[in-house]
């Protein structure tokens, strides 16, 4: 077993009813302004908007509203959010949303105490500190509510990038599954593959690591039965509830202890593709390229995708694992080739172009350029 | 799924090595001089405090020792340790030893804003501070390493009673497995049996919660395969390691999301046991206790021990459950009755009645005294 580090400060409170006590967290910390940072409006139509106000007033904390934060979240967008922060004192940040608009947050937090928000992305060795940020949570996916990590897209270069640091983990996170009963089917599945991905990045890095290992597989195993519930009857509680907290452990901190820093191979091109085709989410671009990149890459490693195969598909074949997996994908309507994506052949070498710029990645093996054509090959 | 509050800030460093890092761990925190508390004195035998002290003189922490904790930690030593850390104006506790040590630092460090320590466990309502707490722990067995919880017996009332808080959780907390390759096995047993039972208190509170439930599935199952491996092969590293972490898991706040808060009925009765018998190891108590207080509750909620029964078992019978923990426990030769602890029949009334003293118990049932009275007869 390797040595390893776990630190997650964030304080979740979940379940009905929690956004009331937004404003009584807020005060806790001696904050009489905060930055309320949300994305296209939709907490307008299910009531969560009016719940966090309600909560603020009563508490007494004065907010200035900054909207507009997109499914990939782009760096003009944080720029401007920084500035009217600023401008407006503003002494903390109120994410109300999904993981776009809290890894937007977490980099206008962290880019406060820099020249500019990229220079996180390029370099984020020097960072002392970051405002503090509440989240309220309306989306089960990326785990963002419950880690100190920021994906974002700087538009002008091209680079759909990550950074992290003890900073950036929310003081607070409010998980209220209720909220998530009336998502579009499509943003449930998502939220699913990008969860279960999560761990599968981490989980390939292991080997026989059992206490973290077996936590890894029983996370899956809810979240694949729980995505299947919800199939049946999107309104189930009890299973949105289930889901949403094993999807907020899955990028907790909690998968990653001992397993080497994980793969990240999947995520990697996945960003390669989202960063050239912006309307593909994140998700999707995983589900297509998992299966694809377990097959390129189990023969280096087969004691990890052989007790994969057992554990959470119920079989001792990998090829019959990986089909197993694909047809669960089908079977939740999420798209498993690159077509589905609006991806064509001739489009690979760009994205694994794209993909390469940060250089090679993976431990199992370590992937190169030509390695990520590969996989992309595998997913046409 | 019931709504839950998850908080637990304790940075873990695990792994081989790791307690050289503690000096640097403290400094980051500003601390130059700190109280370190310590038991009889093993860890001089196996290195652990040559590497602390090591660490310790290349940050410039100047520190002063207070030795002689005892297996069941008692108030009067509390008392004295807090009066010479206040003599001796150090700013924190660095524990370096099991759960006792732990437990008795955490006792200091929050009794350093009280009157007396003893009042934090008769009312810990007003606790509003703690000195910073850092530990390096070298038995895997209470979680004390991963929690606020203190357990302390006022020897004075033969009270063994608990209390936690916010600021009772370890600032840093450093498990290095190897230290614990020489521990005797009967404490290596007990500290497999010590963190199964804080699985299980927390499982039994649960009845379909697919998500917290399938994780402590997953921990006791590593915690018995690796106990077994330790039996084979008590310097297996992979087998401690694998042990330690589950165990500072079991009882880390991550094992009681949406678990109704457990029911804590057996180690309530262990208490009574430990506080009258004070040469039983609280491991012991809890071996003998739990199979008796399963076959008095199951059947008031058989759902649960049902599963408990399929998924930790492998059988459909809860009574055959019940035996194959019974003859696990054998095999690990730990206690299974009240006579091999040195408790007799006579005994029972006195030990109910200590357990009682803080009132009635349980959520699947609210267990009283005769219920008390009954579970240790099921004991003999």
Tied chains: 1, 2.
Excluded at 27 to 44: D, M, R, V
Excluded at 46 to 59: E, H, P, R, W
Excluded at 88 to 106: H, R, Y
Excluded at 111 to 131: H, P
Aim: aromatic content about 12%; overall charge negative.
């Amino acid at each position: 077993m390797e040595n390893f580090k776990f630190y997650n400060p964030t304080k979740i409170l979940f379940g009905k009813g929690t956004i009331n006590n937004i404003g009584e967290e807020i005060n806790n910390f001696g904050i009489k302004k905060i930055f309320l940072l949300a994305g296209s409006g939709s907490i307008k139509k299910n009531g969560v908007y009016d719940q966090t106000i309600s909560s603020l007033k009563i508490n007494n904390i004065e907010w200035v509203e900054f909207w507009g934060v997109q499914p990939n979240p782009i760096l003009s967008h944080a720029r401007e959010a920084l500035e009217v922060l600023r401008k407006n004192n503003c002494e903390a940040i109120l994410a109300v949303g999904g993981g776009s608009v809290i890894d937007e947050a977490k980099a206008i937090c962290a880019g406060y105490y820099k020249n500019d928000i990229w220079d996180l992305f390029e370099d984020d060795r020097e960072l002392t500190n970051a405002l503090p940020l509440f989240v309220i949570q309306t989306l089960s996916a990326t785990g963002s509510e419950m880690n100190s990590y920021s994906v974002l897209t700087n538009e002008f270069e091209k680079k759909k990038w990550a950074f992290g640091s003890r900073f950036t983990y929310p003081k607070v996170s409010i998980i209220d599954p209720e909220v998530q009963m009336t998502l579009p089917w499509r943003q449930t599945v998502n939220g699913g593959v990008d969860a279960i991905s999560h761990v599968f990045e981490n989980y390939f890095g292991g080997i026989d690591e059992e206490s973290t290992l077996s936590i890894n597989e029983a996370l899956v195993r809810t979240i694949i039965k729980t995505i299947d519930e919800l199939k049946l009857d999107e309104k189930n509680y009890k299973a949105r509830a289930n889901f949403a907290w094993s999807a907020a452990l899955a990028l907790s901190g909690l998968t990653s202890c001992s397993m080497r820093g994980g793969e990240w191979v999947v995520h990697r091109i996945e960003h390669g593709i989202s960063a050239l085709f912006p309307d593909v989410a994140h998700a999707e671009g995983l589900a297509v390229l998992f299966p694809a990149w377990i097959k390129y890459i189990y023969n280096y490693k087969p004691i990890i995708f052989k007790r994969w195969a057992q554990n959470i598909w119920n079989t001792d074949s990998i090829e019959d694992a990986i089909n197993k997996f694909i047809q669960k994908l089908s079977e939740w309507n999420a798209p498993t080739k690159l077509e589905h994506l609006g991806v064509k052949e001739n489009d690979i070498p760009d994205i694994a172009e794209n993909a390469f710029m940060q250089g090679e990645i993976g431990n199992i093996k370590s992937i190169n350029y030509d390695d990520m054509v590969n996989i992309l090959r595998l997913a046409l």
